[in-house]
Structures are given as C-alpha cells and as structure tokens.
C-alpha cells in the first residue's frame, strides 16, 4: 500500500480523500495557497504545505510547487483528486518522473481519452457509438465554419479540452457561429491553455447517462452502472442520481458493454467516466445513445455510486494505484436502492446565479446519517474565496426507491441555514418538487437536459408571501432588540389596544428593496421554520423559506435617491462578481448605446456580460484586460446622451 500520499487539491475532496487514507492508515500531505490558509482541507491531514498565493495558476495547477512539496514531505504518491491537474499527463508524466505514484491513469490513456477529439478517435476503433461531428485537428475558425455548414444546425462548439460546460456553446443558427467560435476559444484557452474547437450535432431532448469504470494494471476492467446526471443548468450538473430513472435493462447492458469496452481499448487503469447522450427523452431499450467523453478521473458526483454500490472508490483508486487487483470482480457488483446527490453553492439564483464571494457567517448543514452524507470543505467563518468553485457542500441521500431518497433529500435541504452569502437552497429544493422530476422513475417526456432551461422562472422566481413572512419575521428579531422603554406604557410594542385589532403599516428594507408590511398584531402569526441572527449593522439575518433575507429599517433618503434614477440609467458601470476582466470591448471616448457590451467578468467556471446601461459616450476606463475587480468595483463611466430623470 501506499506509504504517504499528498492530496494535491483543495475543498470537500481533498477532506474525501483523506477521510480513506486515515481509515487505510495512509499519512497524508494537504497543499495549500494563501487563501486557503485557515481552510478545513488543510486541517485534515497529517501535514500540509503551503504552495503559492491565491490563483490556481500560482498555486493548484503549479506542477513544480506541488512536486516541491512532495519531495519536501516524503509523500510517495500523488492524487490530484478532480479539476485542476487532476487530467493532466504532463502532471502525471512528472509525478513518475519524480519517482512517485500518480493515483490515476497513465499519461498515455489521458492523451488519448482525455481531450474530446482524441477519445473520439479512441471511440471509433472500439466500436462504440459517437454523436455525427468535426473532430480532426485543423481546427481555424475557417474550417470550422465551413464543416458546421456541412453538419447543419442546431450543433454544439466544444472546447478539445473542455469540461463542466467550459467552452461550449449551443448554436441554432449560422448567424450565431462567429460569436460561439470566438467565445468558446476564449473560454477554453483561459480554463484549460487550450483554445481548439471541435464540432457535434445537437442532440434533441438527450438523457446524460455517465459510466462509471474501473481498470487495473493486471489487464481488468469492470463497470459500476451508471449515474444519471440529466438536470443541468448551461451544461452543468446540478442534480445527480444513481441508478438512471426509468433505465431499461437493455440499454443499460449495451451502455455499460459499450464503455467498458472503450477502456479496455486503451488498457485504462483507476477511475474513468464514459459519458454518453440518449436522444429523445426516454431510457427505453431502443434509444439511440452517443459516447460524448470520458473522464479520466474521479468525479464529483462519485459518491451515489458508492451509495448503491456499497465500495469506497477512493480506496479502489489507491489500491490500483499500488498494484493491487481490482477489489471486486464483475459479477460481484451489484447495486441496491437509490441515491441522488445535489450541489450546494454559494450563489444567487435570482441574479443570473451569479458566484458569491465572502464570508459564511453560519453554515449549518444536516447532520450525517445512515441515509444522509455530507461532503464539504467549508464550516462557519470561512471564506469563499473569487479564486475557486464556490460549492460549499454536496448533500447525498438514498433509499430503498427513488421517491424515499428524493423525499429524505428534500427533508435535509430544509435543515440548511447559511448566512453570509445567498445560496442555492432554495433553487434545489423546488426543482426537485418539479412534476417532472418527481416522478418514481423519472420517465416523464420532458424529463432531459433542457427541464430547467424552461422552468427556470418558477425556480428562481421571489414569493411575495415569502417576503411578507420574512419580513415580520425580521420585524419581530429588530423589535426584540430594541427593549421596550420600563417607564412610558405607550411606547410598549406588544400590540395592546384597548378594543379590537390594532394594525400597523411598517416600513423596511428587505434585500435592499423598501418593502410596506401591514402587521395586524394580535392576528398575525409567522409561519414555517424561521431563524434570525443580528448583523453587526443593525440589520436582521432572517432564514426563510430555504433562503437568508435581510431585513432593516428603512434607509433615509433611500426613497429620494431611487426616485432620481427612475427611468433610466447611471453610465456608472461597476463589476457584478468578483472576478478576472476576461475581455474589454470599449474603448474610450467611443460612443456605446445602452445594452451594449462593455466587458466579461470571468469568475468560477462562468462569464458575466457587463453591459451599458445609457446611450452615450464612454468617459473614462477604470478597469484593465486581465485584472481581478471585485464586486461593486467601477469598471467604465459612461456620459449619458442626457442626464437621467
């Protein structure tokens, strides 16, 4: 077995890994970069070394510092975890160089499986079908014009080397080809070093069916079934379960056949996820289905998998790496119940989902159970850095059937209380109470990749009787903070008058919005699970309805100001997120009409258009190509044609 193992990555998987290691009796080496100095990864492992500062180019995805630090500590072997260099072979080239073990493939099958256009090739030989596409290597914008033409649309732009939606881009019609080439190339080159494109047409209505092998060195290769991971948002997961609803066994025979079969092409050693798209919405046994990718790695959503399975696959991943045999045979494997998974996120659903950068002032999440697992990197106190992916946890449940590990999820989304930044708690828990996705088998016919797409409003949408309770609920934590005064019985608030109700229209600010709530004192009562935390501003923290609210007196002047830009807009334009100036399309004194785009703000796995809010003429550039802002931070300022009313 392995003598030490260093955990080159961060968050709630480098805290996975080492909760193995410590069960195998493994030592283990955390790395770490200046903003991850008080994280919990850091804390649980036997050792840790710091590796650079706060972005991942000048620390994570530093091959030399991380190979520094092994040598530094003695680790004899390397597991890159996921993201990062995790499907890197010049990393896990280096690490044997070095003498040490890289827990994952070799360099050679990551070439060849690991960028689209390659496992494409690879596809192809092994007889496994691929979607119709352009995939060979002269990849200017030219060619690929032309070769979409011949495709035809719809078809998707993928990055070569893309993941997790990362340089992809849907486009429905030729007009629109420019503008997808350009920032597909952009994103991948800033997220991977590597800006060539490649071509598939667009499946309609497709089910994402991923296959989760394994290979060892002794020439084995087995499946784990697969995991179903249809609900995404702009081609990222959000929701994943296993086994996939409504699968028949057919098509799960020839599925799992087809990406062991791929693997074993290659002679793929560890941990690997075929990925595959079914058309058409359904998992019947004569659906048509197309390999898209694999992934030559762990992946996030690991963990349903070996909730149906009953194998810790992190300890399959070392005892491979070691060279022992794979820990079960074929026949051996089986699978029992449900389970589903769903990623929790520091973000706001109702602005775009835009990343949320700061501190958790309280993170309560459920408590770990037979049927409920809690994978996180964060606790209370922490920072969230613009750095890295802002997932602060994934909430697993299971069951005997997929309505009870549905139902126990939900129940576990409701004990989440998070303060400090908005999250998606609340965005998780109604799309999993969608008709749709609600159904036993989740075989309704709008079941695919597109549901949230069109239910999006709903899921994000603000409830005013959602508001109204918490705002009373935020009345109620203000007015219990404010003593009533022992000496004067009219200034008491407890509602007393001397017949009837007595009703009183009190002003707040909810969310930075002033918000009237009419409080009939002795009628009204708050109802669902609320809870409150002062802030250190005098305003109220409220949890309500699977979402923080802030609530406060009304500002004075907030009125009058608000009226003064009513109709129109400022020509102060600042950043939305913390983030990098990925492109910066002004320039200055040049005219710009209001909607167009000023620049992209790139931060954690998404770009942000930052457009003009008035016609006019651009004044003065504040930010630069390349910069790091933070929210709030002016970028540009426009000269408005004429002055805002």
Request: charged share 25%; aromatic share 6%; glycine share 8%.
């Amino acid at each position: 077995m392995i003598e030490k193992l260093l955990i080159a990555n961060r968050g709630e998987i480098a805290c996975r890994i080492a909760r193995t290691a410590r069960r195998l009796r493994i030592p283990t080496v955390a790395v770490y970069s200046d903003a991850d100095a008080q994280a919990l990864h850091v804390s649980a492992t036997d050792e840790h070394v710091h590796i650079g500062s706060g972005p991942a180019t000048q620390s994570y995805l530093s091959i030399d510092a991380i190979l520094h630090a092994a040598a530094q500590t003695g680790a004899t072997a390397i597991h890159p975890g996921y993201g990062f260099l995790s499907e890197s072979a010049e990393f896990a080239e280096r690490v044997a160089d070095a003498g040490l073990t890289f827990v994952g493939p070799s360099a050679d099958a990551m070439r060849r499986l690991g960028a689209k256009d390659a496992a494409k090739q690879v596809a192809r030989e092994a007889n496994v079908p691929i979607v119709p596409g352009y995939f060979d290597a002269a990849a200017d914008h030219g060619t690929l014009s032309r070769e979409a033409r011949a495709i035809g649309f719809p078809l998707v732009v993928k990055a070569v080397s893309g993941g997790g939606g990362r340089g992809m881009r849907v486009v429905r019609e030729a007009d629109a080809l420019p503008e997808a080439l350009d920032g597909a190339a952009r994103e991948a080159r800033q997220a991977f070093g590597d800006d060539r494109l490649m071509l598939e047409r667009l499946v309609e209505r497709p089910r994402h069916i991923e296959v989760q092998v394994f290979g060892d060195t002794h020439g084995n290769v087995v499946h784990l079934f697969e995991r179903d991971c249809t609900l995404q948002r702009r081609h990222q997961k959000v929701v994943e379960e296993a086994p996939a609803p409504g699968m028949s066994a057919e098509l799960r025979a020839a599925m799992t056949e087809a990406a062991v079969r791929l693997a074993g092409h290659v002679g793929y050693t560890g941990a690997g996820t075929v990925e595959f798209l079914v058309e058409g919405g359904t998992l019947a046994a004569d659906a048509p289905f197309y390999f898209i990718e694999m992934n030559t790695r762990l992946q996030v959503e690991h963990p349903v998998t070996e909730a149906i399975t009953g194998f810790d696959l992190v300890e399959w991943q070392l005892r491979i790496a070691a060279g022992e045999k794979l820990p079960a045979a074929q026949a051996e494997i089986s699978h029992r119940g449900h389970a589903i998974e769903v990623r929790l996120y520091a973000e706001d659903p109702e602005n775009d989902f835009a990343p949320a950068v700061g501190t958790l002032d309280r993170l309560d999440l459920p408590e770990a159970a037979r049927d409920v697992r809690i994978d996180t990197g964060f606790r209370t106190g922490d920072a969230v850095s613009p750095f890295y992916d802002a997932m602060l946890a994934k909430i697993i449940t299971q069951g005997s059937d997929r309505s009870l590990a549905l139902s126990t999820l939900t129940r576990a989304l409701d004990e989440v209380v998070v303060f400090g930044l908005p999250t998606n708690t609340s965005f998780l828990a109604r799309l999993l109470s969608e008709p749709d996705v609600e159904t036993p088998d989740g075989s309704k016919a709008d079941y695919d990749t597109g549901l949230i797409a069109r239910v999006i409003d709903r899921l994000t949408a603000n409830e005013a009787d959602a508001v109204n309770q918490a705002a009373r609920a935020g009345l109620d934590a203000l007015l219990a903070d404010e003593p009533d005064s022992p000496f004067d019985v009219w200034n008491r608030r407890d509602g007393f008058v001397l017949g009837g109700h007595r009703t009183d229209a009190v002003e707040l600010v909810v969310d930075g919005e002033p918000t009237t709530l009419a409080v009939d004192w002795q009628a009204d009562t708050l109802r669902g699970d609320t809870q409150s935390d002062l802030g250190a501003d005098g305003s109220v923290l409220v949890w309500h309805a699977r979402r923080a609210w802030r609530v406060a007196r009304t500002s004075p002047g907030r009125a009058d100001a608000e009226d003064a830009l009513a109709d129109g807009g400022t020509g102060i334009i600042v950043a939305p997120i913390t983030g990098r100036v990925a492109q910066l399309v002004v320039s200055a004194d040049a005219p710009i009409e209001a909607g167009e785009t000023i620049a992209v703000i790139e931060a954690m796995k998404m770009e942000h258009v930052v457009r003009a809010d008035v016609s006019g003429a651009v004044k003065r550039i504040v930010c630069a190509l390349d910069a790091q802002v933070a929210a709030g931070d002016l970028l540009v300022e426009i000269e408005p044609e004429q002055a805002p009313v």
